[in-house]
């Protein structure tokens, strides 16, 4: 189903790949995925959220990298990291709903990693108590991801960011 809606007039955060974004404050975390996936963690009970831009693998010439062990313990790291902030600023894990939004290039070459990556991504919140929601679209260039902070409303967009237009929501998962 597709809805549309405008967005908030709220503060806006951009979330750069490999980095992540967390407040108790109302604003927008931004993140333009492109054979990545945005981890977008939101406590409703305290009003925080957060958001990740994890990358499957490097590439070049729209080919990946090997995905090694290294580059898999370094995204555990970041999880780790991301989830920490998350309690910091008053987040409670069993509270937690983690929405998975990924961007796989219709190229062959990146099923694999891109479902490598999620399926870690899934393990590490194995035991939350709401089950993880996954969505992995394809589409050419790739997507953007807004989720408000402090109500955990996400907004799914074929649309760049860099656009000045405003934003109609292709699908909202709030």
Not at 18 to 43: G, W
Not at 137 to 142: A, D, F, K
Not at 159 to 174: H, M, Q, W, Y
């Given at each position: 189903?597709?809805?549309?809606?405008?967005?908030?007039?709220?503060?806006?955060?951009?979330?750069?790949?490999?980095?992540?974004?967390?407040?108790?404050?109302?604003?927008?975390?931004?993140?333009?995925?492109?054979?990545?996936?945005?981890?977008?963690?939101?406590?409703?009970?305290?009003g925080v959220g957060g958001l990740l831009h994890l990358r499957y693998v490097a590439t070049s010439?729209?080919?990946?990298?090997?995905?090694?062990?290294?580059?898999?313990?370094?995204?555990?790291?970041?999880?780790?990291?991301?989830?920490?902030?998350?309690?910091?600023?008053?987040?409670?894990?069993?509270?937690?709903?983690?929405?998975?939004?990924?961007?796989?290039?219709?190229?062959?070459?990146?099923?694999?990693?891109?479902?490598?990556v999620l399926d870690l991504l899934k393990a590490y919140f194995a035991d939350s108590r709401r089950?993880?929601?996954?969505?992995?679209?394809?589409?050419?260039?790739?997507?953007?991801v807004r989720l408000e902070s402090r109500e955990g409303r996400i907004w799914v967009s074929g649309?760049?960011?860099?656009?000045?237009?405003?934003?109609?929501?292709?699908?909202?998962?709030?």
């Open positions: 189903m597709i809805v549309t809606r405008m967005l908030p007039a709220l503060p806006q955060l951009i979330v750069e790949p490999d980095a992540f974004r967390v407040a108790r404050e109302n604003s927008l975390l931004l993140s333009e995925l492109h054979a990545a996936v945005a981890v977008c963690v939101h406590d409703d009970t305290q010439n729209d080919q990946p990298i090997d995905l090694t062990d290294n580059t898999l313990s370094s995204d555990l790291l970041l999880m780790d990291r991301f989830c920490k902030e998350l309690r910091k600023i008053g987040a409670r894990k069993q509270s937690w709903r983690v929405n998975l939004i990924s961007h796989t290039p219709e190229s062959a070459h990146m099923d694999a990693p891109a479902a490598t089950p993880v929601e996954c969505q992995d679209l394809r589409r050419t260039p790739g997507l953007s649309r760049p960011l860099t656009s000045s237009k405003p934003v109609a929501a292709l699908a909202d998962v709030g």
